[in-house]
């Protein structure tokens, strides 16, 4: 049932991420709409099955746990992730997210104290060298047009840069609140709640933040006055891919998940290239770092 669950999050996800490229404009990628999206959508289920099961008991610890897993998943994983995919693309930023299993190794061994071997070592590698695979890729395809295009061009490249930064926040930002969920879930094995506390607390820090940044402002204000059909998609797949990553951990290890997770890149590519017929690249480059990322994830959870 776990292997299932992750199956359909990456898939869920991978939708996402091309949805994202199609519905973006300008300052607001939907992010905060997402969110919403999270909370009426995990709240249903937790509603539905509380009245159908009866309701679970209330621990402080988990209701702790899932708020710090809102605020780093919800909030800072899923605002920096479509920042990501909205600057660099849907591929891109997918290959990208599988920074997240480099991230929750080195959060293990610093903060957990987990055991660290070399097959882990080679796996980091491998993922690290995925991103600089792509970072290469996009600097001597943007070198070019730059120097012929001048100024535009050269903007052009910057904001390719700016998603390079935002995609490794977001995975670091996701694999320490894989941890806090996790912790959560031993806590109070309730993946719906947890998904709809977790949204609701990272829109609150949301709002807080539109108060001193003005594309959140837009972003807050365009949620409730304009209708954008490929924003909601994506906040709707982005909602079912978050709670059904929450049931899959509550049926298996988070490692497991995260290795069947490692499908979404190869997912997104085939949505974006083979279904939307988007003008995104498929490169031979982009194509080796979900490679190297997928098999460094690969030899993390199996010990290669």
Known sequence: MGDLLALLSACSFAGANVTITRGANGQDNGAFLSILVTTVIAGAIWLHGGWRQGWAQFHTAGLLWFAAAGVLTIFVGRVFLYASVQHVGAIRASAIKRLTPLFSVLLGVLVLGEPFDSSMAIGMLLIFSSFVVL??????AGTAPRQASGPGSSRAVRLVARGFFYGPISAFAYAAGYVARKQG??????????????????????V????????????????FTTFNPWLFAAGVLSSMGQILYFGALTYSTMSRVALISSAEVFVTMLLTVAVFRSREQLSAPVMLAAGLGTAGTVFIIFHL
């Open 208 to 223: 807080v933040a539109a108060r001193f940044i003005d594309s959140y402002r837009l972003a807050v204000r365009n949620a």
């Open 135 to 140: 970072v290469r890729q996009s600097l001597s």
């Open 185 to 206: 879930l031993n806590s109070m094995p309730e993946p719906a709640f947890g998904a709809m506390l977790g949204s609701a607390v990272g829109a609150v820090v949301f």
